[in-house]
T-cell receptor, first 115, second 111 residues
Framework: DVKVTQSSRYLVKRTGEKVFLECVQD?????MFWYRQDPGLGLRLIYF???????EKGDIPEGYSVSREKKERFSLILESASTNQTSMYLC??????????????FGNGTRLTVT | DAKTTQPPSMDCAEGRAANLPCNHS???????VYWYRQIHSQGPQYIIH???NNETNEMASLIITEDRKSSTLILPHATLRDTAVYYC????????????FGKGTKLSVIP
């Protein structure tokens, strides 16, 4: 089974702090994604990556950046956390390589609270 | 992506089959029907997907009508751990990462 591991289940940070959310997958997937999930707004795509050192903006990239130095690891960075970034953050991965219909495998999420 | 309609909630007795319907009358020819579920406070979990043929895996079966306007997800022997919100979505390859979950069906498995 694919395992997508997010480093923290719960995080509490202060406004203005730099926040790192880490995600690791163990199935040699090429594609990795970061979403946030909010009540009433559903899942929204922040950033994704098709390969090492490559990144693409999703629907709501403002206030976030990402890093993918190794294939198995995809990091989400909040440069200066704000209260409107309080949310559940979900990392996902999928096979890629032209296999467009391969399903997404999600981690268990990081619930971030910015105070 | 196709708009999907699901009942807001369903109950199922433990050990019985859970049949979750989904209407997707606007689905286009290249859109697959995907099912995910989300157990409270966890990330979404992929269950199964199909185009027009029925599909089965270790978790569930997917029955798609011949006109592709609706489908049914079948959990053959529901357990308490299957209590979750189930989402049916239609996705084409190009947009298969732009997941837009609707409200889904809250399945409660009753002991």
């Amino acid at each position: 089974d694919v395992k997508v591991t997010q480093s923290s289940r719960y995080l509490v940070k202060r406004t203005g702090e730099k926040v790192f959310l880490e995600c690791v997958q163990d199935m040699d997937h090429e594609n990795m994604f970061w979403y946030r999930q909010d009540p009433g707004l559903g899942l929204r795509l922040i950033y994704f990556s098709y390969d090492v050192k490559m990144k693409e903006k999703g629907d709501i990239p403002e206030g976030y950046s990402v890093s993918r130095e190794k294939k198995e690891r995809f990091s989400l960075i909040l440069e200066s956390a704000s209260t409107n970034q309080t949310s559940m953050y979900l990392c996902a991965s999928t096979l890629g390589g032209g296999r467009l219909y391969s399903p997404l495998h999600f981690g268990n999420g990081t619930r971030l609270t910015v105070t | 992506d196709a708009k999907t309609t699901q009942p807001p909630s369903m109950d199922c007795a433990e050990g019985r089959a859970a049949n979750l319907p989904c209407n997707h009358s606007t689905i286009s020819g290249n859109e697959y029907v995907y099912w995910y579920r989300q157990i409270h406070s966890q990330g979404p979990q992929y269950i199964i997907h199909g185009l027009k043929n029925n599909e089965t895996n270790e978790m569930a079966s997917l029955i798609i009508t011949e006109d592709r306007k609706s489908s049914t997800l079948i959990l053959p022997h529901a357990t308490l751990r299957d209590t979750a919100v189930y989402y049916c979505i239609g996705l084409s390859g190009a947009g298969s990462y732009q997941l837009t979950f609707g409200k889904g069906t809250k399945l409660s498995v009753i002991p």
